[in-house]
């Protein structure tokens, strides 16, 4: 009998922070982008929403940027499970599957993948080929561009050393340059070396990390269009409960349903840069039309290149407009 008290009681004192804890999940969150960048800011504040609205079913514990797991790792810490989620970019993890640098060739908006199946089919090759569950791409409507120290009068980058990721590494290399790879915490030291000649980066961020003291040119038009995205563990997704998924996917459809603002801000960068005294090289006519066609051709020859059973599939769900 007193055993059988002592044992209770036991299970109940147990029993009752257990219950507790079992309502409240904390997320580690990392950013594969510097926290100098702007879009950590906007992922901080969204992140303290969430805890404001979050009470008691889930939190976002940020554990850092590039410090805590550095750019180029931080796909594979979320595939097993290292963190339970990040911020990043798909040309930060083809190191776990090469496909996921073909999101900078969608040709249509976040909103209209989730409507025509192209969300549901990189959901389904996230999973299997990177343990993850592919929320939200919260950065779109930021096109890319080529940044030079020395000028150009045609689209041919011979003699250029060109700081890439994998997002330009085709195009930039079917264009002539020699390409050298950096993270983006590493490229003011290439710019300031002199071991650059220029850089890819997308029209909004230079000044982040003052790129733009280093920086005498932009070569217009853009092409692709940036993507960063919120990635989650597999593993941790299935141990969340029903209130906590649908609680999770409400927080990040709300960040994502505010892209537009990317728009505003891209022109808002464009100006600033133009004060900074950064001047265009604008190619024109039939040479940017040309320009961008390459930027395709190449950036989808060097998917299907690595992945030759997704890639060609990817490129017809990709490219509908
Ligand atoms: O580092 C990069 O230039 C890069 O690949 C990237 C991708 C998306 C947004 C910003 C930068």
Redesign the pocket.
């Known amino acids: 009998m007193k055993k059988t008290l002592v044992a209770a009681l036991a299970a109940a004192a147990l029993a009752l922070p257990l219950a507790a804890a079992a309502q409240t999940t904390t997320l580690r969150i990392v950013s594969a982008f510097p926290e100098s960048s702007f879009y950590v800011t906007r992922l901080l504040t969204w992140i303290r929403s969430v805890n404001e609205e979050g009470k008691g079913v889930l939190q976002l514990n940020f554990i850092g940027g590039p410090k805590a797991i550095p750019t180029f790792e931080v796909g594979n810490a979320v595939r097993t499970g290292v963190v339970d989620m990040a911020m990043s970019?798909g040309?930060y993890y083809t190191n776990v599957f090469p496909e996921s640098d073909a999101l900078k060739l969608t040709r249509m908006p976040v909103a209209e993948q989730r409507r025509n199946g192209v969300f549901d089919y990189i959901q389904k090759v996230w999973a299997e080929k990177g343990n993850m569950v592919y929320l939200a791409r919260i950065?779109e409507h930021q096109p890319f561009h080529l940044y030079l120290n020395k000028p150009i009068d045609k689209p041919d980058l011979k003699g250029l050393k060109i700081r890439v990721?994998p997002?330009y590494r085709d195009f930039f290399g079917a264009l002539g340059a020699t390409v050298m790879q950096t993270a983006?915490g590493e490229l003011y030291t290439a710019l300031e070396r002199g071991v650059v000649d220029g850089y890819?980066?997308?029209i909004g961020?230079i000044f982040d990390n003052n790129w733009n003291d280093h920086t005498r040119y932009r070569v217009d038009p853009g092409f692709y269009d940036?993507?960063?995205s919120l990635l989650l563990n597999q593993d941790a997704w299935k141990k969340l409960s029903a209130r906590q998924r649908d609680f999770l996917l409400t927080q990040v459809r709300l960040l994502e349903n505010r892209n537009d603002y990317w728009k505003v801000y891209g022109e808002q960068e464009t100006e600033r840069q133009a004060k900074a005294g950064i001047k265009v090289i604008r190619l024109q006519g039939a040479q940017a039309q040309e320009y961008v066609d390459k930027a395709y051709a190449a950036g989808w020859a060097g998917i299907i290149k690595n992945s030759p059973v997704y890639g060609p599939k990817m490129r017809e769900l990709f490219s509908q407009k």
């Open positions: 970019t040309a950065v990721t997002v983006p890819g980066w997308p961020g940036a993507e960063v």
